[in-house]
Structures are given as structure tokens and as C-alpha cells.
């Protein structure tokens, strides 16, 4: 058998229960012809003639018809138990997702996949929050968490995606003054940091620190001249006002992961959300490892 086609066995089933190929058109919703056509191709691509025509006595099924009958009725059985499957995992897609991932400068990414789940998938809906704290996935804060750590917590269960590069950025200006030896500028770091991160001890020991609590303000400070800023290349890199600063010293990022809890991980519609944004995700990991300061695309403007 070099060649079978699975739909064939529905003509052969309805021309065993009706008798006749006109009668099984009629159930199937075709012309006799289509029948007829359908089950002399099967007959073919098995090598067997299936059943005996005949205009007084119907179609009856020959030695061999016999023979795959209990084989074709099961595959027809399967058939619709995938279907009722089917059926019931799309009612399953229906319902609220809650997403949760930090405050970031660019959103595109993660834009597009919620537009693109939200056009094919009408029934459910999105709740996104941008925070910079893990949310209490366990007590229905989200059902989906993006972060940054190398350490998830025990009752979430995910993907990791890579290790997030981090590099220091600044305007054109602030890139001119560094390469020509300056160190003794504006560092731009988290309100939570009550000392200087090591970024700014070990390469800017004299610098000014501006502090701000969210990303996209310090995104936007940078490219204004205003300092210098720590940033994920993956975000630093699409900007065309940033540059990346060649320091002496960088830590190494922390691994990035798409987070669910435990008990919500087989529902439908958050597996298959969670899949799609580990599959966009995987596809800029370059991006994301820090591999694509050349490429700069420029995704934000001034």
C-alpha cells in the first residue's frame, strides 16, 4: 500500500450500512458518482475489489470487503472519539487568561501574540498586568508569568527560554564622553537598591545615582542623555537613541522563564497560550542572549 486515503473508509462504511452507493450519497450529503468514484479508488490503492456491484441485489461486500470491515469500524469509532475530543477542548477555550510579566519599554512581541490568541480565540479573555513583582500565581493573581529569575518558585512549572544578557546603554553623547574616558557621569538605577548595584561600583565608583522605579521611565531617561542605565539587550538593543556601553565589568543575567502554577498548567486555554509565547519567545532568543546589537532594529522611535 503505497498511498491511502483515511477519508475513503467513511464512503466504504456508509455503502455497507445503506447497501447501495446511491443511498450512502444520500446520507453523505454527495452525488452517486462521488461514491462510486471514492470506493473504486480505495479498491485500487488496496489491490482488492471490496464489493460485488449489482443493480438487484445492491452492493455486497466480497471476501476481502469482509475482511477490513471490523478493521475500517474501528478506525470510524476513533475517528470520533478524536472528534468528540476535539469538540470538547474547544469549548474548553473560553474563559479569562490573566498575564503577568515586568514593566517594560517594548512591548511588541508579547502584543502580538496576545492579538494574534485573542483574533483566533474570541471566547476568552486577557487580563495583562505589568508589575515588577511575581504575582501570587498560586491565589489566581495570573495564570501566566513571564520573569526573569534563576530561581522559580516550587509550585510553578515552566519553560525556560535563555539567559537574559544585560548590558549598560546610553545616548550617542554619553558613548562619545565614555570613549573618551569619562566615568564620572549619571547612573540611572531601582528605587529599591539602597546601595549602587556592582555595575556602577565597579565601573562608575564616582557616579551621580538617579533612581526611578520603572523601566520605561529609565528607557526614556537614557535616551535622553540623562545617564547611564543597566537594560536587557533584547530591549536596549531596538532602541536607535541607545548605544551599548563597553564597560569593564557586567554580571551575568538571570534565566528567563514562562511560569504556570501547577494545578492550572493542563487547562486548555493556558497551555495553549503558554506554548505560543514560548514559541515567540524561542524565536528571538538571539535577540534575547544579546546577539543582535548589529541588527539594531529600530522598533522605537523618538
Not at 497560550?273 to 532568543?285: G, H, I, K, Q
Request: charged letters at 25%; proline letters at 3%; aromatic letters at 8%.
Amino acid at each position: 500500500m503505497h498511498k491511502f486515503n483515511w477519508d475513503y473508509i467513511r464512503y466504504f462504511l456508509a455503502v455497507v450500512a445503506e447497501g447501495s452507493a446511491t443511498q450512502a450519497a444520500q446520507i453523505l450529503g454527495v452525488n452517486q458518482s462521488t461514491v462510486s468514484r471514492r470506493l473504486t479508488s480505495l479498491e485500487e490503492e488496496l489491490g482488492a475489489r471490496l464489493f460485488e456491484r449489482s443493480t438487484s441485489h445492491g452492493w455486497v461486500l466480497t471476501a476481502a470487503g469482509e475482511r477490513i470491515l471490523s478493521a475500517a469500524e474501528k478506525m470510524s469509532e476513533n475517528a470520533h472519539q478524536l472528534e468528540r475530543m476535539v469538540m470538547k477542548n474547544n469549548a474548553e477555550m473560553k474563559g479569562l487568561i490573566r498575564v503577568t510579566t515586568a514593566d517594560l519599554p517594548n512591548m511588541d512581541l508579547l502584543l502580538e501574540v496576545i492579538d494574534d490568541f485573542c483574533k483566533k480565540y474570541p471566547d476568552i479573555d486577557m487580563q495583562f498586568t505589568t508589575t515588577n513583582e511575581l504575582l501570587d500565581l498560586s491565589i489566581g493573581d495570573a495564570d501566566v508569568a513571564i520573569r526573569a529569575t534563576n530561581q522559580p518558585p516550587e509550585n510553578l512549572v515552566g519553560k525556560r527560554i535563555g539567559q537574559v544578557k544585560f548590558s549598560v546603554y546610553a545616548n550617542k553623547g554619553l558613548l562619545e564622553a565614555y570613549e573618551q574616558g569619562v566615568r564620572d557621569m549619571t547612573c540611572i538605577t531601582w528605587t529599591d537598591n539602597e546601595q549602587a548595584p556592582d555595575w556602577v561600583r565597579h565601573n562608575f565608583p564616582k557616579a551621580k545615582i538617579l533612581r526611578v522605579n520603572s523601566a520605561r521611565i529609565a528607557f526614556e531617561m537614557a535616551k535622553r542623555g540623562m545617564g547611564l542605565v543597566l537594560y536587557a539587550c533584547a530591549w536596549g538593543d531596538i532602541s536607535s537613541k541607545l548605544y551599548r556601553i563597553p564597560v569593564e565589568l557586567m554580571e551575568d543575567g538571570p534565566d528567563l522563564w514562562v511560569l504556570t502554577h501547577v494545578d492550572v498548567r493542563t487547562t486548555a486555554r493556558v497551555r495553549r497560550f503558554r506554548d505560543a509565547v514560548v514559541t515567540a519567545l524561542e524565536s528571538s532568543l538571539d535577540s534575547l542572549e544579546g546577539r543582535s546589537e548589529r541588527l539594531r532594529p529600530k522598533l522605537i522611535s523618538a
